[in-house]
Structures are given as structure tokens and as C-alpha cells.
């Protein structure tokens, strides 16, 4: 990425019944309309809300699962902005044959990205098409806006690999970044 026009803070959503159910919920025929967030995961949204008041948001963009929809609403009614505006770009990593297994899971999958940035074994999305639809969506934003924070609420796995091209690191290698909490924001930056 070349210099930005606009300063992006990238957050994770807040806790979502498939964190608790400890399950990959990646399909969007199902994480578009259900495992929304938990009430841990509501008041995650609040606080950080509160404590981001200071970083003068201007507009917020999200992932159309329902977890991260609901986290951005949030934000927003505590902010007082716009309604978030959806993007499937921002959307969670698609996990294949690892849909609805345990979380454990991603741990196989983060190996095997370690040693292959394109790899889409048992029909896992890969590093390099999820950073690329990521950043093309940044780059539709470096169109539109001027000036501008925006917030992108988003999903742990494609923020660390949207983050991996801020970090001039290979896509395959995102785990290598600091853990995105849930709820937690961050300023996207090299």
C-alpha cells in the first residue's frame, strides 16, 4: 500500500456465540444470519466504543455476518454516526471442510499458511485472496473518502491478514502479529 489518504482503525468484533460454542462459523449462508454476539460480547462493543470517542471516527464499514453487523451498530449508536455500511470484502476467512468443527481447528490451518500463502486445502480461502479482497476494499475507501477515519469492523483472522500487507510480511505469516482481541481496536499502519 502506498501513503493513505485516510486513517483506517480496524476492529475485531465482540464475543459471538461461536466463540463460546468454540465452532468455525465462516460460511456466510449461516454466519450472515445467526451467531451474533453475546452479551459479553454487546458490552466488549460498548466499552470500546466509549473508550474511542477521542478517535474522532467519521464512518464505519463491516464485515455482513451477523457478530460483526451487530458489534458496528453498536459502535455507531454510542458514536452517534451513520449506520455502518456492509462490505463482503471485510468478511471472515471462509474455512472450507473446517465449517462448524471446533476452534482448535485454526491452528492446522495457520501451519499450513505459515508454509503457503496460497494454499486452500480442504477448500480453505487463502491468505492471498483474503488480503487481496481486503485491500481492494481500502482501495475503493482511498477513492471515496479524504481525511477521514474509517472504522473497519471485521473478523480476527482477515484483519491479521489485511494487517500482514501493513507489516510487509507475507499473508501466510499473519499469525506472526499480535492476537486481535475481540472487541479490540487497532490503528492499521506499517
Known amino acids: 500500500m502506498t501513503e493513505l489518504k485516510n486513517t483506517y482503525m480496524i476492529m475485531r468484533h465482540g464475543q459471538s456465540e461461536a466463540n463460546v460454542a468454540d465452532i468455525v462459523v465462516s460460511d456466510p449462508n449461516i454466519g450472515c444470519d445467526n451467531y451474533g454476539l453475546t452479551p459479553l460480547g454487546k458490552e466488549q462493543a460498548r466499552e470500546t ?3 474511542s470517542r477521542d478517535k474522532q471516527i467519521d464512518v464505519i ?3 455482513d455476518f451477523k457478530r460483526t453487523r451487530e458489534t458496528a451498530d453498536i ?4 458514536l452517534s ?5 456492509t462490505d463482503i470484502r471485510l468478511r471472515e476467512r471462509y474455512f472450507g471442510a473446517y465449517e462448524g468443527l471446533s476452534s482448535s481447528s485454526y491452528s492446522e490451518v495457520w501451519e499450513k499458511d505459515a508454509l503457503d ?7 480453505v480461502e487463502s491468505t492471498m485472496n483474503v488480503r487481496a479482497r481486503a485491500l481492494a476494499a481500502i482501495a475503493d475507501l482511498e477513492r471515496l473518502y ?3 477515519v474509517i472504522l473497519l469492523v471485521s473478523h480476527g ?4 491478514i489485511l494487517s500482514s500487507a501493513f507489516h510487509n510480511i ?4 499473519h499469525r506472526s502479529l499480535p492476537h486481535h482481541e475481540t472487541g479490540e481496536i487497532k490503528i492499521l499502519m506499517r
Do not use: M, N, W
Open 49 to 51: 466504543a466509549f473508550a
Open 61 to 63: 464499514y463491516c464485515s
Open 75 to 78: 459502535v455507531a449508536h454510542v
Open 81 to 85: 454516526l451513520a449506520p455502518p455500511i
Open 117 to 123: 500463502s496460497t494454499q486452500e486445502e480442504r477448500g
Open 146 to 148: 479524504t481525511d477521514k
Open 157 to 160: 483472522d482477515t484483519l491479521q
Open 170 to 173: 507475507e499473508s501466510g505469516s
